[in-house]
């Protein structure tokens, strides 16, 4: 098991079109394996492939408390509703936002065994989970989906990432952009 580096927004890795995985074989859960780990190790309760620099559609959620797993080629089928809610997320560090998200979200995906699975998740974390980390392997963040720049907050200093100004201008860029939109 490695724990993987996390990739910051900035990175052109998270806006890249990812690859289906065609075979579930021991490479694919062995990387499951080190994405778990690299979950836990940040305190995350999901994180996709392309978050460690693997432009792959494979996503791993581990809610509190629960078994954590993966879902493979995960598409969302259905949407239904909207809620906002409090979002963050382990390539954007530090901040929180408020984002519009679905009351109830189906993923159909693989498990890690290479098993069709269907999920359908309704006003909880998972559901929020399900979208963001299916946002990943699509190349969107949840910063893309702010409506306005006050929508964001910082929570806490980042630390000593010598990249965080770069970063931050792509964060700036974003919001920007939104708010010429309003
Ligand atoms: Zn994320």
Do not use: W
Not at 5 to 10: N, T
Not at 60 to 89: Q, W
Not at 132 to 139: A, I, M, P, S, Y
Request: proline share 5%; hydrophobic share 35%; net charge negative.
């Amino acid at each position: 098991m490695t724990i993987r580096p996390i990739r910051y927004l900035g990175d052109p890795v998270l806006r890249l079109p990812t690859r289906r995985v065609r075979r579930v074989n021991s490479d694919i859960q062995l990387l499951v394996t080190d994405m778990i780990e690299s979950m836990y190790a940040t305190n995350g309760v999901g994180l996709a492939a392309p978050q460690i620099g693997i432009s792959l559609k494979l996503v791993v959620i581990g809610m509190p408390d629960e078994n954590p797993f993966a879902l493979i080629n995960p598409e969302i089928t259905k949407r239904e509703g909207t809620r906002v809610v409090s979002e963050g997320c382990l390539s954007v560090p530090g901040y929180s936002g408020s984002v519009t998200r679905s009351e109830r979200v189906t993923v159909r995906a693989l498990s890690a065994k290479g098993e069709r699975v269907h999920i359908t998740s309704e006003n909880d974390l998972l559901a929020q989970a399900l979208e963001h980390e299916t946002d990943h392997v699509n190349g969107l963040l949840y910063v893309d989906h702010l409506n306005v720049a006050s929508d964001i907050r910082y929570m806490h200093p980042r630390g000593d990432d010598q990249s965080d100004d770069e970063d931050m201008e792509e964060l700036d860029d974003n919001l920007v952009e939104k708010s010429n939109r309003e």
